[in-house]
T-cell receptor, first 115, second 108 residues
Framework: ETGVTQSPTHLIKTRGQQVTLRCSSQSGHNTVSWYQQALGQGPQFIFQYYREEENGRGNFPPRFSGLQFPNYSSELNVNALELDDSALYLC??????????????FGPGTRLLVL | GEDVEQSLFLSVREGDSSVINCTYTDSSSTYLYWYKQEPGAGLQLLTYIFSNMDMKQDQRLTVLLNKKDKHLSLRIADTQTGDSAIYFCAERDNRLAFGKGNQVVVIP
């Protein structure tokens, strides 16, 4: 059984650019959640995808968008990058049911630096 | 404001017990979680407790839940140098809400 993987591991962008981060969920999981973790803070929920549909969203602007594919892998897209978007982006997968009340398993994260 | 509150720093000698505390707000959470984060790494699920339980023991880990005060604690027995990390408690089942974390430093 493979765990949650994310790519790339590190990324440097400049303000105004766009970025796409990728996540492969754990085998058998159909739900992917994305979190942003700023330095020294706990992770903040961005959104969740269940069977290719958005299934809840946190307090993030529309320039944060996502996709989930039929194989349950997922992308997080951020447009018009701002300096404050610099953070560790974590993907977590869960599954086996409705997408609710299932333990989430995290990937290693993608560290994004916006200059 | 923060949904989940944690104190920030704890140092403990190797072999001693360490206790990390957390308060939460959402009484509808079915489970409450403890995650561990080592430097430069993602979050590792340590343990969780079902909201109708008061205590859960898992090897060196003991979780205590006080629903009345919305207080959660994690006790690590026989703390080892590999336990040095940041520990997060989290509530809510669908969209986890985390505290700022407790940094635990184990002194050999």
């Amino acid at each position: 059984e493979t765990g949650v993987t994310q790519s790339p591991t590190h990324l440097i962008k400049t303000r105004g650019q766009q970025v796409t981060l990728r996540c492969s969920s754990q085998s058998g999981h159909n739900t992917v959640s994305w979190y942003q973790q700023a330095l020294g803070q706990g992770p903040q929920f961005i959104f969740q995808y269940y069977r290719e549909e958005e299934n809840g969203r946190g307090n993030f602007p529309p320039r944060f968008s996502g996709l989930q594919f039929p194989n349950y892998s997922s992308e997080l897209n951020v447009n018009a990058l701002e300096l404050d978007d610099s953070a560790l982006y974590l993907c977590a997968s869960s599954g086996g049911g409705s997408g609710k009340q299932e333990t989430q398993y995290f990937g290693p994260g993608t560290r994004l630096l916006v200059l | 404001g923060e949904d989940v509150e944690q104190s920030l720093f704890l140092s403990v000698r190797e072999g001693d017990s360490s206790v990390i505390n957390c308060t939460y707000t959402d009484s509808s959470s079915t489970y409450l979680y403890w995650y561990k984060q080592e430097p430069g790494a993602g979050l590792q699920l340590l343990t969780y407790i079902f909201s109708n339980m008061d205590m859960k023991q898992d090897q060196r880990l003991t979780v205590l839940l006080n629903k009345k005060d919305k207080h959660l604690s994690l006790r690590i027995a026989d703390t080892q140098t590999g336990d040095s990390a940041i520990y997060f408690c989290a509530e809510r089942d669908n969209r986890l809400a985390f505290g700022k974390g407790n940094q635990v430093v184990v002194i050999p």
